[in-house]
């Protein structure tokens, strides 16, 4: 549209020319610089035009020029005397061009108009920051709550003046079905197999539903958090030994149980670490659980006719479950990729799991229960691996038993450790672990850990798991894993179990950030000392949500 401008400033010059005065034969020239600025403000004149036309005009209008007459019966018309009254009226002096008449208005130099144009830029710029600096001051206000840069999996985090409240979680929700391939019971045993009925339900996975809140802020220069972990299952619970991870009751006008596992302050430095103080996850086979892939879905069923609020995943099959246990902890700055954690824990009793008097049972503790773990990070040629090892140590006293009185005051100490790497190269991930311990037991904490006669069991176990990521979304997970209780020096209990084994292997998919498909199939089986065994399988198909 360039080659229309001169036309457009031509004809426009024209018409402000001609239409007032009818084009008459005497013209006075005036500045037309005003014009010139309005033509460049409407796109009519190019930024080099504008320059061209007001550099020819100034040059010109510094030279005085003289105007003249026409024809004397042209200057008789009416409108030639008005325009002699007006040149009467404004003398035509340096700044008019032939052929052209304006108003002049009052005088002002381009220097002048370039100096006023350049403080009013700075007055507005002023203005400006002085606004910007206002709305900065306002949204730092203690009194104004913001919302953090939502990263897909850290949850909503808000910023109240100094604290940081973040709010995370997740919900999922299972159809298993559970096919006992049949046998016999097996005492302390995680299959099904010997129930002898299917099974259909509608649960939890390995994980209930979780709603965590995170306050976080920093006063004196020490960092501080609490936390408090709500994680409720969508079954009916049912009293029991185990709370709400006891076994569910389908039965009408239930309802589902209310399981605060975290309950936690934070406190320390970058350069002298972290204190915590509370209920949360403990440090002996919490890295065992969280590598798990059926953390995300639901592994061995356990009580699949009455579900309870999770699942077991591969608790008893490959790892002991790391529990929820109130602590005093300590985590170490990282250094060149190695950090240490020590912490005291609530001890936790030695329980009969098998039942029928197969264990001895404690509840008297002078001491508490110690753990500690190492982890060190690092790569080596594209390989990102994690190793990490830890270590568990607990008095049990006051040993019972149907063969142990009160009154003989048998104790024992309990000693576990465990060792694990997880190694990550492009889309394929890989997980290796043990765990040996003494008085240990399997599946949980100390269950079935001491015999009746009240000696110490040797138990250990491991897992391995493979993942492939075929694309962004879809991915392949393959596990297998063990869990062995050895009988104690004396002992000669036929129905204890020796073994806990499972195969499983799951398929997900992620719809979205948020929520993600998951498809399982499992096997489980569980065998005696004396030669009973049982086995089941499982197929499970749901939805896991995470934000």
């Known amino acids: 549209m360039a080659h229309k401008k001169p036309f457009l400033f031509s004809t426009l010059l024209a018409a402000s020319v001609c239409f007032p005065l009818a084009c008459p034969s005497i013209v006075l020239a005036d500045d037309y610089s005003d014009l010139l600025d309005i033509l460049r403000a409407k796109g009519s004149l190019t930024q080099h035009e504008y320059d061209t036309l007001l550099s020819k005009h100034i040059h010109r209008a510094a030279a ?37 008449r304006f108003d002049p ?22 203005s400006a920051q002085q606004a910007m600096l206002s709305t900065q001051n306002a949204l730092n206000s203690s009194s104004v709550v913001r919302v953090a840069k939502y990263v897909p999996g850290k949850g909503l985090t808000f910023k109240a003046g100094p604290v940081d409240i973040n709010f995370s979680g997740f919900v999922n929700g299972f159809y298993t079905y559970n096919s006992p391939a049949g046998g016999r019971p097996v005492a302390g045993g ?11 339900s509608v649960r939890n996975g390995l994980l209930p539903a979780g709603f965590i809140l995170k306050l976080s802020t920093t006063q004196s220069g020490i960092d501080m958090s609490a936390v408090l972990g709500m994680y409720p299952g969508v079954n009916n619970a049912k009293n029991g030994a185990f709370n709400a991870n006891t ?15 975290q309950v936690y302050v934070t406190f320390g430095t970058k350069e002298v670490g972290t204190f915590k103080v509370g209920r949360d996850l403990a440090i002996f086979g919490s890295d065992a659980i969280l590598n798990d892939a059926t953390l995300l879905s639901v592994g061995s069923t356990g009580s699949n006719a009455a579900p309870g609020n999770t699942s077991l995943g591969r608790i008893g099959v490959g790892y002991v479950y790391a529990d929820w246990i109130p602590q005093i902890s300590y985590v170490s700055p990282t250094y060149h990729g190695l950090q240490g954690s020590v912490g005291v824990f609530q001890p936790l009793d030695q329980f009969n799991f098998a039942g029928g008097g197969l264990s001895a049972e404690s509840q008297q503790h002078s001491s508490p229960m110690v753990q500690g773990k190492a982890t060190y990070d690092f790569a080596i040629g ?14 049990h006293q006051g040993l019972t038993s149907d063969t142990i009185a009160e009154s003989d005051h048998r104790s024992a100490m309990t000693e576990a450790g465990e060792i694990g790497a997880k190694f990550t190269y492009r889309n394929f ?17 100390f269950f079935d850990g001491v015999a009746a006669n009240g ?17 962004k979304k879809f991915k392949l997970v393959g596990s297998y894993g063990v869990s062995n209780l050895y009988q104690a020096p004396g002992e000669n209990d036929s129905m204890l179990v020796r073994r806990n084994q499972s195969e499983v292997g799951a398929a997900y998919y992620s719809l979205t950030d948020w929520l993600n498909l998951v498809a399982e199939f499992a096997h489980t089986n569980s065998a005696a000392h004396g030669g009973n065994h049982n086995s089941d399988n499982s197929g499970s198909g749901g939805v896991i949500l995470l934000f």
């Open 64 to 100: 005085p020029q003289h105007v003249t007459r026409t024809a004397e019966h042209t200057a008789a018309t009416p409108s030639a005397r008005r325009v002699a009254a007006r040149t009467t009226s404004h003398p035509v002096e340096a700044g008019y061009e032939d052929g052209i």
């Open 105 to 126: 208005g009052q005088e002002e130099s381009a220097t002048l108009r370039a100096q006023n144009a350049a403080d009013r830029a700075e007055a507005s710029a002023r």
């Open 190 to 200: 995680v299959s099904t197999g010997s129930s002898g009925f299917d099974s259909s």
């Open 247 to 261: 076994g569910g009751s389908p039965v009408g006008l239930g309802t589902a149980g209310i399981d605060l596992r």
């Open 382 to 395: 594209g390989i990102k691996t994690r190793l990490w090892a830890s270590f568990l140590i607990q008095h």
């Open 429 to 445: 991930q890989g997980v290796a672990y043990y765990y040996r311990g003494s008085g240990l037991g399997t599946t949980a904490l």
């Open 455 to 471: 000696r110490k069991r040797s138990s250990e176990g491991y897992y391995v798991q493979a993942m492939y990521n075929f694309t």
